[in-house]
């Protein structure tokens, strides 16, 4: 699998003492590396966690391609409805294997657009709407719990819709993912006769994105499935090896904890040079954020910690941020995300306009510009004492991607590890849902709604 990484730029030797890791460092870590190798196995083995599973899913596969095939030719929008790891995923595959939004071309029948609702927003759902027909519109509605409020109040909207135009057809026109045995949406399926497809109760949603939850919008656009398991299967067997070099996942988990903790890098940028890379930026930064942000650790004693991620594109963000990452705050580490080859490098005319600095451009190709420029970029932050690291995909394709996604989930379990906490549970997001549910007068949660209005009085007499 044509992945690289290169963490020279994080070492001592590169950026100095201060802020890069010194080899003494690096291998007295290979111990806690294998350990938390060790940690996730066991993990996998007891059937607390599963995502490791899903490349080998077949079965699975072959049903979301069964069903794909079926339906197809019949809808120019899939639209989806979910939000976080529900939404994230399939926008980060749609972007990197059919092309950035907004100009991935012309969608029809044979080359449908993906549409995601994974907001609340009433001017933002109404514009999609408006921006459909429902006659030519597939829609899946995702949600693990079943029972999300943001996903739940969008398909209500989304459902009438569809029955205005079609009555009792609009059935046929819905595919639900979600578990199989709990949930509120699981009774409205078989109640009103949808197609679903179900998620394994041990594989979180930001874990999920090679689950029915990214690949059922997936193949509906037309996506090859098989080979973006295939893809991340290879990467799989990679990551259960105790070889740090072969073990790319493990190395990297290694070498970020290191400079986070002993270097006190408490953010981390991962900082793609491509457009089709852009969306899994975003992945990333919930399944960072979601999975390594914790209270306690697995002892039970508080620890807030805590990488903050954020996604920076290059080109672009060299002219928006990287003032900041040259002379700001030395407490970062960056991950550059760069491509070796690209379906067309974007061959540059050799004008002649005597102008020097359109002249030496001329018969080179956009593709080298930006390799350049990232490579020029972690010159500089190396030069100013900016530890840095590089991913290098050989190209993207969907076993490349399927291959870095499991990469980037194995090192974000490995890294779980190695800070003893827990990376896949979330408390600190449930108090909000909790007080949401009180909000809007669910049934059952009225002891929330009252915590809330004790908290808006306090707030009131704090005014």
């Given at each position: 699998m044509g992945i690289q990484f290169d963490a020279t730029n994080l070492s001592a030797a590169m950026v100095g003492g201060d802020h890069g890791i010194t080899k003494s460092e690096l291998k007295r870590g290979e111990a806690v590396a294998r350990q938390a190798l060790a940690g996730v196995r066991a993990l996998v083995d007891s059937g607390e966690i599963g995502f490791p599973h899903l490349p080998f899913q077949q079965k699975t596969v072959a049903a979301i391609r069964k069903y794909a095939a079926e339906v197809k030719g019949s809808y120019d929008t899939v639209c989806l409805i979910g939000i976080g790891g529900s939404a994230l995923g399939a926008w980060a595959l749609d972007c990197a294997l059919r092309g950035p939004h907004p100009v991935q071309g012309t969608f029809s029948t044979a080359f449908p657009r993906l549409v995601i609702l994974d907001n609340v927003d009433p001017s933002f759902v109404a514009s999609a709407l408006a921006s459909m027909q429902p006659k030519k519109t597939l829609v899946v509605v995702a949600a693990k719990s079943g029972a999300t409020a943001e996903t739940g109040s969008v398909f209500l909207i989304v459902k009438q819709w569809l029955e205005a135009a079609l009555g009792k057809k609009a059935a046929s026109r819905i595919v639900a993912v979600t578990s199989e045995n709990r949930g509120d949406l699981i009774v409205l399926a078989k109640k009103e006769g949808y197609r679903t497809f179900f998620l394994d109760e041990n594989v979180g949603g930001r874990f999920s994105v090679l689950s029915p939850i990214g690949l059922v919008p997936a193949a509906l656009v037309g996506m090859d499935i098989a080979k973006l398991t295939k893809g991340a299967a290879e990467m799989t067997a990679l990551c259960w090896k105790d070889d740090l070099e072969t073990n790319v996942a493990l190395r990297a988990a290694l070498q970020h904890f290191l400079v986070w903790t002993l270097r006190g890098k408490t953010i981390q940028v991962a900082f793609p040079y491509s457009n089709r890379l852009w969306g899994m930026a975003f992945w990333f930064r919930q399944l960072w954020a979601?999975?390594?942000?914790?209270?306690?650790?697995?002892?039970?004693?508080?620890?807030?910690?805590?990488?903050?991620?954020i996604a920076a594109l290059g080109t672009t963000d060299q002219h928006s941020q990287v003032q900041l990452y040259m002379e700001g705050p030395n407490d970062k580490?960056?991950?550059?995300?760069?491509?070796?080859?690209?379906?067309?490098?974007?061959?540059?005319p050799k004008a002649k306009t005597g102008l020097d600095a359109f002249d030496y451009l001329g018969g080179q190709t956009l593709a080298k510009l930006l390799n350049a420029e990232r490579k020029a970029t972690t010159a500089a932050l190396t030069a100013t004492g900016r530890p840095n690291a590089t991913f290098v995909l050989e190209r993207v394709d969907a076993a490349h991607v399927g291959a870095f996604l499991q990469l980037m989930m194995f090192e974000t379990a490995f890294l779980g590890e190695m800070l003893n906490i827990n990376a896949f549970n979330q408390e600190g997001v449930e108090l909000g849902k909790k007080y949401t549910f009180g909000l809007m007068g669910r049934k059952g949660w009225e002891a929330l709604a009252a915590e809330y209005a004790a908290y808006e009085e306090k707030q009131n007499k704090s005014r």
């Open positions: 979601e999975s390594l942000g914790k209270k306690t650790n697995r002892a039970g004693e508080v620890v807030f910690t805590g990488q903050t991620p580490v960056y991950t550059f995300w760069g491509v070796e080859k690209f379906g067309d490098s974007g061959k540059i």
